[in-house]
């Protein structure tokens, strides 16, 4: 019933002040989604999103950056269409990926960051 409905996780919206404090400074693998609030697919990404940074709280950090109202940052990481997804690792940029991306991968991509990185952040082949 919609009265058991969970309610949504709080993602934490970084901005153009507070981006790289946070994101350097993370002891985790950082997932960023890039979206505005009048893009059609990012409205159908947030749920995961907002889902991925439940489950993964305390292992990964899951964040949004608004573009249109963080230009300085959409600059600087060439944020050409949204959403973006961009992956961080010890402070270090490692992946993007543009468009609806799965859960499952998602998941899949943080799994490999918390499992094993070498000390630049780079995946570690098992």
């Given at each position: 019933?919609?009265?058991?409905?969970?309610?949504?996780?709080?993602?934490?919206?970084?901005?153009?002040?507070?981006?790289?404090?946070?994101?350097?400074?993370?002891?985790?693998?950082?997932?960023?989604?890039?979206?505005?609030?009048?893009?059609?697919?990012?409205?159908?990404?947030?749920?995961?999103?907002?889902?991925?940074?439940?489950?993964?709280?305390?292992?990964?950090?899951?964040?949004?950056?608004?573009?249109?109202?963080?230009?300085?940052?959409?600059?600087?990481?060439?944020?050409?269409?949204?959403?973006?997804?961009?992956?961080?690792?010890?402070?270090?940029?490692?992946?993007?990926?543009?468009?609806?991306?799965?859960?499952?991968?998602?998941?899949?991509?943080?799994?490999?960051?918390i499992a094993g990185t070498d000390e630049d952040g780079r995946?570690?082949?098992?």
């Amino acid at each position: 019933m919609f009265w058991k409905k969970k309610p949504a996780f709080i993602v934490p919206e970084l901005t153009d002040a507070n981006f790289s404090e946070t994101v350097v400074n993370a002891g985790v693998p950082v997932l960023v989604d890039f979206y505005a609030d009048w893009c059609g697919p990012c409205k159908v990404l947030a749920p995961i999103i907002s889902e991925l940074a439940r489950e993964y709280d305390g292992k990964a950090l899951v964040v949004k950056v608004n573009t249109q109202n963080n230009p300085a940052l959409s600059q600087h990481y060439k944020i050409k269409s949204i959403p973006t997804l961009m992956v961080f690792n010890k402070g270090n940029f490692q992946e993007r990926f543009q468009g609806l991306v799965p859960k499952p991968n998602l998941e899949e991509i943080l799994d490999e960051y918390i499992a094993g990185t070498d000390e630049d952040g780079r995946l570690v082949e098992a």
